[in-house]
Nanobody, 124 residues
């Protein structure tokens, strides 16, 4: 049973960088059959795919966020991380890490395993 858990600061100031880490147990992030993904949900809105890291460390990002986003992995710690630069209040919400299976990146992907989510507030 794979488990994922997000960690990182819950409060970020505007223009600064959001850094979150997902710790994975029960499965290896070196298993490149999966998309190790970040998904967020702004208040009152639906789920929004942020990006993912997959085969051999390849990455893909939501186009509107690409210039500000970086996803990396630390295989020795079985963790993958999200860095989102220059945050604004529009970046606030609940951030989830998830494991995607099948499809391609976020197309026809089954996100069967999720972290519990972490609330991110953007405020000065």
């Amino acid at each position: 049973q794979v488990q994922l858990q997000e960690s990182g600061p819950g409060l970020v100031k505007p223009s600064q960088t959001l850094s979150l880490t997902c710790t994975v147990t029960g499965g290896s992030i070196t298993n490149n059959d999966y998309y190790w993904s970040w998904i967020r949900q702004p208040p009152g809105k639906g789920l929004e795919w942020v990006g993912a890291i997959g085969d051999s460390g390849s990455t893909n990002y939501r186009p509107s966020l690409k210039s500000r986003t970086s996803i990396s992995r630390d295989t020795s710690k079985n963790q993958f991380s999200l860095q989102l630069n220059s945050v604004t209040p529009e970046d606030a919400g609940v951030y989830y890490c998830a494991r995607g299976d099948g499809g391609s990146w976020n197309s026809r992907v089954s996100f069967g395993s999720w972290g519990q989510g972490t609330q991110v507030t953007v405020s000065s």
